[in-house]
């Protein structure tokens, strides 16, 4: 009785949440684990995450309803999460430009405290709900969603061909893989840091913002292949959900393809896959308004990413990442209503390229060290990257280098740890070094900042129950 009731209140709280996005982050979580019966480091590298193994590619595209796990816990689907910080980065904002609630430099803050719904309904159903309270904006919104309200397994002459539909709110977010960016490096970043002005539209364009419905099919645990489609949500649901527009609003359904092959063997792990995404946008004039009036801009993505990973025994782990996109830009109502208002013309074609890539090592899923690298560079734009303190590009150009480190401690979160599966926590350290920074690195906005000015050190402690 209890187990039903259980599923009941996660259906009633998922139905709710679909019918809200029709009209962040998250880990290894200690529901899913209490739920499966199996300790954190059987779905996560480093014993937390996000980073997945086969066995968490294999739980996340079942619907996140295996089981396996008893007593009360296992019935429960409920965690939550806590993430504080400390932020420095080489020069201070300029005198009044600096986040609200926060001075220009070497700030403390409460980066987000989240509540997770998530697991089992039924063999065939299950899903992710994560709502979050932001300490930076000092805000609640919906955060990550990962609706499964149908998957199946069946059985091809002796090999597994899985299906399934998913509903989310973030194009990537289903993805099994980390090379995507919805669950890919750095899992955590700092919300008070400059951040570049330029990013793919499958990057982050349409996180949180949007409905997606997605058709997958897994064949013998390698071949994955989705397609489906996202929209941005009305006006009315981003303002009950805490959420702004990104670039835009959606004309129509803009389309999601993803295919991608896995290899198992011997202890190690290898991926390759395409991603695809188009759409045609009204561009934002403020937060929560579009206005195409002036033409619609049109986006098109064209990525490929690829992944390496060894566990041996589990005392070593190395992970390897990268991540290409490609994508065209035709901005026509953005540019026409820069032209109109500056007597200028502009024309309205551009494009920008961007790549990541990582390497990490985790020593007995305790101890771990990340090194990435992060690039972004096209031709100039001047009618969407204009000088501006700080946030600007002087020369028009999204032009961006960065490397990154990381090194992390978990001292709680493997099977035998104090608490399991309940107390998970990560101590991290993050530096960002920028070479070139929104077009350059020397005076990058117009305003005198250069690059290194927001090279960025980020401490941060994040623990999940």
Not at 277 to 293: C, E, H, K
Not at 348 to 366: A, F, L, M, P, Q
Request: hydrophobic share 40%; proline share 5%; charged share 10%.
């Amino acid at each position: 009785m209890q187990r039903l009731t259980a599923r009941i209140v996660l259906a009633l709280a998922m139905i709710g949440t679909g019918l809200l996005i029709h009209s962040g982050i998250a880990n290894a979580l200690p529901n899913f684990a209490s739920q499966t019966g199996q300790p954190c480091t059987a779905c996560h590298v480093g014993s937390f995450g996000p980073q997945l193994t086969p066995f968490g590619r294999a739980f996340k595209v079942g619907g996140y309803t295996q089981e396996g796990g008893d007593g009360l816990a296992a019935r429960i689907p409920l965690s939550a999460m806590v993430l504080g910080s400390f932020n420095n980065t080489g020069r201070g904002y300029p005198d009044g430009s600096a986040p609200p609630y926060f001075q220009n430099n070497n700030n403390f803050a409460l980066d987000q405290v989240s509540l997770f719904l998530g697991g089992r309904i039924t063999d065939w159903a299950g899903g992710l709900v994560q709502g979050t309270y932001s300490g930076i904006s000092r805000s609640y919104h919906l955060d990550q969603v990962d609706i499964r309200p149908f998957t199946r397994a069946y059985d091809m002459n002796g090999t597994e061909l899985r299906v399934g539909v998913a509903v989310t709110n973030t194009p990537t977010v289903q993805d099994p893989f980390n090379s995507t960016f919805a669950w890919g490096f750095p899992y955590v970043f700092s919300g008070l840091a400059p951040q570049p002005a330029a990013l793919p539209l499958l990057a982050g364009g349409f996180a949180g913002n949007s409905a997606g419905l997605t058709a997958y099919a897994w064949y013998d645990h390698a071949l994955y292949l989705e397609a489906g489609g996202y929209s941005t949500m009305s006006r009315d649901a981003l303002t009950r959900l805490g959420t702004f527009y990104g670039p835009g609003s959606t004309q129509g359904i803009a389309p999601y393809l993803r295919a991608a092959y896995e290899w198992n063997w011997n202890g190690q792990s290898a991926h390759a896959g395409a991603l695809f995404m188009s759409a045609a946008v009204n561009p934002v004039a403020d937060g929560r308004i579009t206005d195409g009036t002036n033409g619609r801009d049109g986006y098109t993505d064209f990525g490929v990413d690829g992944g390496y990973q060894f566990f041996g025994d589990g005392t070593h782990t190395v992970s390897l990442y990268g991540i290409y996109i490609h994508e065209n830009r035709a901005l026509n109502g953005s540019t026409n209503v820069f032209n109109l208002a500056n007597g200028t013309n502009f024309g309205v074609g551009s494009s920008i390229n961007h790549v990541r890539t990582e390497v990490s090592y985790w020593y007995e899923h305790t101890y771990g060290l990340t090194l990435g690298w992060q690039g972004t560079w096209g031709p100039a734009a001047p009618a969407i990257f204009t000088p501006n303190p700080v946030s600007g590009s002087a020369n028009g150009k999204p032009d961006t280098n960065a490397f990154l480190v990381e090194a992390d401690w978990v001292p709680f979160g493997k099977q035998d740890s104090w608490a399991a599966p309940f107390a998970n926590m990560k101590l991290g350290i993050q530096y960002i070094a920028y070479t070139k920074f929104n077009g350059g690195g020397t005076n990058y906005d117009g305003f005198g900042r250069n690059a290194s000015d927001n090279n960025t050190l980020f401490a941060f402690i994040w623990m999940i129950f």
